[in-house]
């Protein structure tokens, strides 16, 4: 004789994710913003270095998950602490990728793309729904975490290609993701399979969120609003604390029982997919080209001097040519930085440095295809500068010494 408990679903739980509402999307951006200004000041202002600062994440990241997995029901603080947690580690992964291993952002972002993609195959083969009303067991909780992961790691990479590579800037970026956003919104209301719209604006909040925290963070003379890290960062969490706060008393993004998957009320998810990431694909590809064409167009040739050996740039007068061409800017700033520390003004040395780093991540895209060595080399030297100057106690004895080894660099 078969028992009810035989028939019943082994190890089925309560449904252990929120409800999609304006308060998701809200906290879901206040955690992705707050995750890349905590990682910054980890590495930066605490001097703990991106490995450091990737190991001490990592494991904050597991115990986080230990606790969501052992958890019974969906707990707002225990969830968005979770998702905090992985947007600083998907953040950490794309830079480790590049800053330490020097891997081209455009690689990052096929690489991230294909495992997401090959993540949610496997999951839909396995449980034939990729529906977060359906979150009940643990192999589907699993699967959830790990497409996060990698939603946060892809976001990260494709805003960075968006903004530093291709020199659109935060600002444009966070400007075209939230047209695209919109654009995935009505479609959704319009008929778009909600899954595939779902995890699309999923992927497409984080670098969203980098746009916001960047134009806040930013100084007036960069076009930003001048707040600083500090204080955009807290102003992020006091936003998280309010909303999670408010969520747990009231309890509005609890997902009924009986909600039923979209897979079960909505039909067409595979064409539709099909259509919309060829659509993806053809589209990025066309604008990475034409921009591309564009930043190769508006960089100026070489021109070597008369007699010098063929492929040597010709230098302005008065100046040493270097791989990189005039770097007078950056210099500049540098010189004024160690100017204020000679005079003893370390919060006026900390606050011009900020336009060194400003300047030089919007100089990417111009300067480091003329020579990625030479780029990558001056780029450590200024990430030391920030990490000295920004440091919790900064002492003048290793700030000036790191200043003087980046003015030597930049010629």
């Known amino acids: 004789m078969t028992s009810h408990r035989t028939l019943a679903p082994p190890h089925r739980l309560l449904n252990k994710v929120p409800e999609v509402t304006l308060y998701f999307w809200v906290v879901k951006v206040l955690c992705t913003t707050v995750g890349e200004s905590a990682a910054d000041f980890l590495n930066v202002n605490l001097d703990f270095g991106l490995t450091g600062v990737s190991l001490l994440t990592g494991a904050l990241l597991v115990a986080a998950l230990i606790v969501q997995f052992t958890a019974k029901r969906y707990v707002p603080a225990k969830y968005w602490l979770t998702v905090a947690l992985v947007s600083v580690f998907g953040t950490l992964v794309t830079d480790n990728l590049t800053d330490s291993a020097g891997v081209p952002l455009e690689t990052s972002t096929l690489v991230f793309a294909v495992l997401l993609a090959a993540t949610f195959a496997t999951w839909y083969a396995s449980e034939k729904t990729l529906s977060i009303h359906s979150i ?63 995890w699309f604006i999923y992927v497409l909040t984080r670098p969203l969120g980098a746009s916001i925290g960047d134009y806040l963070s930013q100084s007036p003379g960069q076009g930003g609003l001048g707040l600083g890290t500090t204080v955009t960062s807290l102003i992020f969490v006091v936003g998280i604390l309010a909303v999670v706060t408010y969520l747990s008393l009231t309890k509005t993004d609890v997902t009924p029982g009986d909600a039923p998957a979209e897979a079960e009320t909505a039909r067409g998810g595979l064409w539709q997919t099909v259509v919309v990431v060829a659509l993806v694909l053809v589209a990025a590809g066309i604008g990475y080209t034409v921009r591309k064409s564009a930043l190769q167009d508006d960089t100026p040739a070489p021109v070597a001097q008369p007699g010098a050996p063929a492929g040597q740039p010709n230098a302005p007068a008065g100046r040493a040519a270097g791989p990189l061409g005039d770097l007078s800017e950056f210099r500049t700033i540098t010189q004024d930085t160690l100017g204020k520390l000679d005079a003893g003004d370390q919060s006026g040395a900390t606050s011009r440095v900020d336009d060194l780093e400003t300047g030089w991540d919007n100089a990417e895209a111009r300067l480091k295809p003329k020579d990625d060595t030479a780029w990558s080399t001056i780029d450590g030297k200024i990430d030391t500068v920030l990490r000295q100057l920004r440091a919790t106690s900064p002492n003048p004895a290793t700030e000036k010494p790191a200043l003087t080894a980046l003015l030597a660099s930049l010629g």
């Open 136 to 198: 009940v067991t643990r192999r589907r909780e699993a699967f959830y975490w790990l497409a996060i992961l990698f939603t946060f790691a892809l976001g990260t990479a494709t805003g960075d290609l968006m903004a530093e590579v291709l020199g659109l800037g935060y600002l444009v970026t966070g400007g075209i993701v939230a047209a695209l956003i919109a654009v995935l919104a009505i479609g959704w209301r319009a008929g778009l399979h909600p899954v595939l719209a779902f």
